[in-house]
């Protein structure tokens, strides 16, 4: 058993002051925490006036956590291994400047074609939604061809297989090999 060394006295003040184990403890109004202060996490949906941890406000707010990046840069699929999703109601896979090198391609997230068509010049950027309850994928996908910042839209529905079991995503390009950009994975609770 640990003991703790109290020492009360008066500050100039006049008022009384207490010490542990030699420093001023945190008032009980208004206490400025250091460090990392830590507190139980309240279930999900709970609307009291207790406190609120980060697990909480993710928990509550659909935060998307960031699981991992795909290099699209070469090759025909790249795949990000080992997931756990159970938890997670959507996967989100941002596009940035993702292009292959030859026109006529069929990019496809898991078993589903998100878009076809195409020139090697092409650019892809956007995001490809995918529900972990149905596995049906939702796409907003815009292509920088040969306009300055022109873009033509491509926007297919299509069946990925993916769901909370899923341990591993994978993005293809069939017809050609990817040649620039990246494509972001995010896990939405």
């Known amino acids: 058993m640990s003991t703790i060394k109290a020492n009360a006295y ?37 609307n009291t006036t207790q406190l609120a941890t980060t ?21 025909t699929a790249q795949t990000l291994s080992s997931l756990v999703l159970t938890g997670y109601k959507q996967l ?17 997230i898991g ?16 995001m490809v939604t995918v529900s972990l309850v149905t596995g049906v994928a939702s796409t907003i996908l815009a292509r920088n061809a040969t306009v300055p910042n022109g873009l033509s839209g491509s926007s297919q529905i299509a069946l990925t297989g993916y769901s909370t079991a899923t341990t591993s995503v994978s993005v293809s390009v069939t017809g050609s090999t990817f040649d620039s950009g990246s494509i972001t994975v995010y896990g939405v609770k």
């Open 10 to 46: 008066l500050d100039a003040a006049g008022g009384n002051t207490a010490t542990i184990n030699g420093a001023v403890p945190a008032p009980l109004a208004s206490p400025a925490l250091t460090g990392t202060p830590t507190a139980p996490t309240a279930s999900v949906a709970t």
């Open 55 to 75: 697990a909480f406000v993710l928990a509550n707010t659909g935060g998307m956590t960031l699981l991992g990046t795909l290099t699209t840069t070469s090759g």
């Open 92 to 108: 989100v896979f941002e596009w940035n400047n993702v292009s292959a090198a030859a026109g006529t391609t069929a990019w496809s």
């Open 111 to 126: 078993t589903g074609i998100v878009m076809t068509g195409g020139a090697a010049t092409d650019r892809i950027d956007g």
